[in-house]
């Protein structure tokens, strides 16, 4: 029902900023909320930063508070993830997910989310 394609990934030194797109097709309409996941080496996928399409306040990992800032374009169907401050440990390959199923409350767990992109590798030197 929701194809989600994600952009944007790439190599940066540690310090430097990228921004992530998701580009949502098909039954975006029904969508409640958008996420991003990313999985590193050796670990598993964990969760990244969350927003509702509809507004809202928005929520983050721990790890990534501050530095990291989900935005929304919904004339475009699209999510973006603008990524400051970049360290090493934030390497991963980063997805997009989507919930259409009803009002998101458990943010973090990836069963909440009913769609999936491809992934895009983001990797940051030191």
């Known amino acids: 029902q929701v194809h989600l394609v994600e952009s944007g990934g790439g190599l940066v030194q540690a310090g430097g900023s990228l921004r992530l797109s998701c580009a949502a097709s098909?039954?975006?309409?029904?969508?409640?909320?958008m996420g991003w996941f990313r999985q590193a080496p050796g670990k598993e996928r964990e969760f990244v930063a969350r927003?509702?399409?509809?507004?809202?306040?928005?929520y983050y990992a721990d790890s990534v508070k501050g530095r990291f800032t989900i935005s929304r374009d919904n004339a475009q169907n699209t999510v973006y993830l603008q990524m400051n401050s970049l360290k090493p440990e934030d390497t991963a390959v980063y997805y997009c997910?989507?919930?259409?199923?009803?009002?998101?409350?458990?943010?973090?767990?990836?069963?909440?989310?009913?769609?999936w992109g491809q992934g895009t590798q983001v990797t940051v030197s030191s």
């Open positions: 927003i509702k399409w509809s507004g809202g306040p928005t």
């Open positions: 997910a989507a919930r259409t199923r009803g009002p998101i409350y458990k943010d973090q767990q990836i069963r909440e989310y009913d769609y």
């Open positions: 098909g039954r975006t309409f029904s969508t409640y909320a």
